[in-house]
């Protein structure tokens, strides 16, 4: 039965995007089932006395379970595939359709509101300048001036992370004018999509179907890349978070067992801190998609290419609001664009070349 799984799994992986599939998918569910499992073998949750080195026996003895096991985690993370965006969102805070997620999301919010609101006023805060005569004064001085200088720059750090400014697309009626997320994962993605675009007039969520097909082989690799990672951490937060929710009976045993929650809390703490590392990371790499792709993407729209910034900015601002409006005509829309077409005889607009490779 083993060499059936074994071909199957390896087969199903393939088809599915081969390693990609496996971590992304298969292996928080893997995690979370072998922990379960481990407990009931071992007796944890009956409140006996556990020993580890029977665990090794016990799965000598079962192969079968284990191969059902294998296979059931395959078809589990199968069906959950199309569901992992939307578990990146809600770890986002996209938590909208009922009242009480609602009613949650704006007290998340609101709090993070307040954290803006507060590095706001201590990035500002300065030591000031008192005439000192002695020298244990000069000294209490200057740590004063060293630590507030410290704590402006973890401010400073801190505002960094959170989404400022208008909206990417001028006319889009927007409440929310901070537009902040309730989770501190959201913000950064939001910061990183609204900040890669705006800065030359457009829009990621509105431009991205455009622009994506242009990006060259080495930088869609790496987005590619950073999107399974962030797919990955998230998932094992989730995992680890049901982990610990399956862990709670322990805390009845009083005894070193009793600490499984908390080590399972701290490991899906550990992996949302790295999907805001990564979601770091990857608002780098849209800026660089904007940065080096965008007159790509406008050549294969066979739109003029701008001369000026200022040209540029106000031609993209217009493409994007036309974009954003599906309903819309191009003539009425974009009445001072001109197009461009290209050469019959030279090889179309895009990314050209082979591919590179992993980054």
């Known amino acids: 039965m083993r060499p059936v799984l074994s071909g199957l799994s390896q087969a199903a992986g393939k088809a599915l995007g081969g390693a990609r599939f496996t971590v992304v998918s298969v292996l928080p569910v893997a995690v979370l089932t072998g922990y379960v499992t481990a407990l009931v073998v071992s007796g944890a949750y009956a409140g006996d006395t556990v020993h580890t080195g029977e665990l090794a026996g016990w799965t000598k003895n079962h192969a079968e379970w284990l191969a059902v096991a294998a296979f059931g985690c395959l078809l589990v993370g199968l069906l959950l595939r199309p569901f992992q965006v939307a578990l990146v969102q809600m770890l986002e805070g996209y938590w909208q359709g009922r009242a009480v997620p609602e009613v949650a999301a704006a007290l998340a919010t609101e709090r993070h509101r307040r954290r803006l609101h507060t590095a706001l006023v201590v990035s500002d805060v300065v030591v000031p300048e008192t005439p000192v005569t002695r020298f244990q004064d000069a000294v209490a001085l200057a740590r004063r001036r060293s630590r507030a200088a410290r704590i402006a720059a973890r401010a400073e750090g801190r505002m960094l992370r959170y989404p400022t400014g208008p909206h990417p697309i001028p006319s889009a009626a927007d409440e929310d004018d901070d537009r902040l997320m309730p989770t501190m994962l959201g913000n950064i993605l939001r910061d990183g999509e609204d900040t890669s675009g705006r800065r030359y007039g457009l829009d990621l969520s ?95 729209l066979h739109l003029k290419l701008p001369s000026t910034p200022a040209e540029e900015y106000e031609r993209n601002t217009a493409l994007t609001e036309f974009l954003a409006s599906p309903k819309t005509l191009a003539k009425d829309e974009l009445p001072g664009l001109t197009y461009e077409h290209p050469d019959p005889g030279l090889p179309a607009s895009g990314p050209t070349g082979q591919p590179d490779g992993p980054a």
């Open 206 to 300: 509105t431009v991205s179907h455009r622009l994506y097909p242009q990006l060259s082989p080495k930088l869609t690799t790496a987005v590619n890349q950073q999107l399974d990672l962030l797919d990955t951490t998230c998932a094992l937060s989730v995992s680890f978070g049901l982990a610990t929710l399956a862990g709670v009976p322990l805390l009845g045993r009083l005894d070193l067992w009793s600490l499984a929650p908390l080590v399972t809390a701290l490991l899906s703490v550990a992996a949302y801190r790295g999907s805001m590392r990564v979601a770091a990371d990857h608002a780098e790499l849209l800026a660089a998609a904007f940065d080096l792709h965008r007159f790509d993407m406008l050549t294969a």
